[in-house]
């Protein structure tokens, strides 16, 4: 799995997360669960993280949205 955004923001999320359902991109949300350790306030980022094999049409689909600025670097 690859990184492609980490963010607080639980509306950009839901965003993201409907562009990559709708494309078919597999993708996880991580880090949901902080919230516990952090009493809800939204310190700790979530990350939304794609298939190896599907990072770059995840990448496009997000650059081609206008999302381009909440790409995490990619390392692969």
Request: negative net charge; proline residues 3%.
């Amino acid at each position: 799995m690859r990184e492609l955004v980490r963010t607080n923001d639980a509306v950009l999320i839901s965003a993201i997360e409907a562009l990559l359902k709708a494309a078919r991109i597999h993708h996880i949300v991580v880090d949901q669960n902080m919230s516990v350790l952090e009493g809800s306030i939204g310190i700790f980022p979530r990350r939304i993280l794609v298939d190896e094999d599907q990072a770059a049409a995840a990448r496009r689909l997000l650059v081609e949205a206008g999302f381009a600025h909440e790409l995490r670097p990619d390392k692969g």
